[in-house]
T-cell receptor, first 113, second 115 residues
Framework: QKEVEQNSGPLSVPEGAIASLNCTYSDRVSQSFFWYRQYSGKSPELIMSIYSNGDKEDGRFTAQLNKASQYVSLLIRDSQPSDSATYLCAVNRREGGGFKTIFGAGTRLFVKA | DVKVTQSSRYLVKRTGEKVFLECVQDMDHENMFWYRQDPGLGLRLIYFSYDVKMKEKGDIPEGYSVSREKKERFSLILESASTNQTSMYLC??????????????FGNGTRLTVT
């Protein structure tokens, strides 16, 4: 079992719709969770971070965390063609004297105009 | 704004060569990371460091080593490059936290081709 699992997609939604991206993780002691967006040929950039159970909203983006179910999701409201990218779920886990960040393989999102 | 700079955008090396990938960050971050990214496999952690001269193995350290002599610089070394190390290499940095790290800031990546 992979430590962080995402549906690879592609996920295709029409412009203006809600895109829902899901992620599960295996290490129950993970403390912090992140969503990164990566455009083709570019480096990942942070969209959202979430540390406690519940919802966190930032503009058109909402991250949801359920630690009991080991589940993180990202909702994108009013999806735009510019949201077309790969979305990476990431989890922090303690390793040795520090924390390492483990990524899922990513979900490709296409927003059709 | 945090800047993470990787020394080369594209690199072509021959099998068996020793390869150095350099990464420098300018925000006094304690943590630095090296990932490789391959289609369908996502980002895989090679090594990370949470302090000068400290290093921890990631998920795929075989064939790689690292050096962190100064806080701002983290080097990835391919001791004897092989064709299966052809990949995009991404360096990242973050602040150290007692309970978790802050989000990562990535460099632009180095596309390494080993022939």
């Amino acid at each position: 079992q992979k430590e962080v699992e995402q549906n690879s997609g592609p996920l295709s939604v029409p412009e203006g719709a809600i895109a829902s991206l899901n992620c599960t993780y295996s290490d129950r002691v993970s403390q912090s969770f992140f969503w990164y967006r990566q455009y083709s040929g570019k480096s990942p950039e942070l969209i959202m971070s979430i540390y406690s159970n519940g919802d966190k909203e930032d503009g058109r983006f909402t991250a949801q965390l359920n630690k009991a179910s080991q589940y993180v999701s990202l909702l994108i409201r009013d999806s735009q063609p510019s949201d077309s990218a790969t979305y990476l779920c990431a989890v922090n886990r303690r390793e040795g004297g520090g924390f390492k960040t483990i990524f899922g393989a990513g979900t490709r999102l296409f927003v059709k105009a | 704004d945090v800047k993470v700079t990787q020394s080369s955008r594209y690199l072509v090396k021959r099998t068996g060569e020793k390869v150095f990938l350099e990464c420098v960050q300018d925000m006094d971050h304690e943590n630095m990371f090296w990932y490789r990214q391959d289609p369908g496999l996502g980002l895989r952690l090679i090594y990370f460091s949470y302090d000068v001269k400290m290093k921890e193995k990631g998920d795929i350290p075989e064939g790689y080593s690292v050096s962190r002599e100064k806080k701002e610089r983290f080097s990835l070394i391919l001791e004897s490059a092989s064709t299966n190390q052809t990949s995009m290499y991404l360096c990242a940095s973050s602040l150290y936290g007692q309970f978790y790290n802050s989000p990562l800031h990535f460099g632009n990546g180095t596309r390494l081709t080993v022939t």
